[in-house]
T-cell receptor
């Protein structure tokens, strides 16, 4: 299995500000993934973070709003920029396990924008 | 594209009742299938998985069998406990060359509440 540490675990932010979420994996992984879980909803993939290249964004998500960094094989950040109340969600990062047949998740960041 | 459909919830059961949560999928090729569980206020935990047809995943009394002919991966437990109350997500990962890269498509989730 992979142990994934994510922080902060929760935050309350003012609209118009930005928040950077950090994700640390206990082993080297080629890809990391960022998901959004809106209140009462399922998880939606925001982007795939590749080490050494730009992230690949899913339809409906753009780099200006959700810039991602991937400086090495164990770490990634997701920034939620210029926040509005609609950005209030749980944001989760994930990475494949060593067998590369399943994904493990951080505990999530519960973001509330006021 | 790939998709996962779960039975509509929420599901409310009494302790020791039998649980079934239906999950069907649409995917090209041969995806890997998963059940994740999310306890209140927590992140997602992998409950069980199956990587090829007819595989049965099992963990903590839960089981699910990968049925390619019906494109299904229904979750079952013979006797639920109050501590099983959580949200359950069915998910798939498209395989590339037999290797999953951890990119998942999720179902909408099913809220399970178990009463004493």
């Amino acid at each position: 299995s992979a142990v994934i540490s994510q922080k902060p675990s929760r935050d309350i932010c003012q609209r118009g500000t930005s928040l950077t979420i950090q994700c640390q994996v206990d082993s080297q992984v080629t890809m990391m993934f960022w998901y959004r879980q809106q209140p009462g909803q399922s998880l939606t993939l925001i982007a795939t973070a590749n080490q050494g290249s730009e992230a690949t964004y899913e339809s409906g998500f753009v780099i200006d709003k959700f810039p991602i960094s991937r400086p090495n094989l164990t770490f990634s950040t997701l920034t939620v920029s210029n926040m509005s109340p609609e950005d209030s969600s749980i944001y989760l990062c994930s990475a494949p396990g060593q067998e590369n047949t399943e994904a493990f998740f951080g505990q999530g960041t519960r973001l509330t924008v006021v | 594209g790939d998709s996962v459909t779960q039975m509509e919830g929420p599901v409310t059961l009494s302790e020791e009742a039998f649980l079934t949560i239906n999950c069907t999928y649409t995917a090209t090729g041969y995806p890997s299938l998963f059940w994740y569980v999310q306890y209140p206020g927590e992140g997602l935990q992998l409950l069980l998985k199956a990587t090829k047809a007819d595989d049965k995943g099992s963990n903590k009394g839960f089981e699910a069998t990968y049925r390619k002919e019906t494109t299904s991966f229904h979750l079952e437990k013979g006797s639920v406990q109050v501590s099983d109350s959580a949200v359950y997500f069915c998910a798939l990962s498209a395989n590339a060359g037999g290797t999953s890269y951890g990119k998942l498509t999720f179902g909408q989730g099913t809220i399970l509440t178990v009463h004493p």
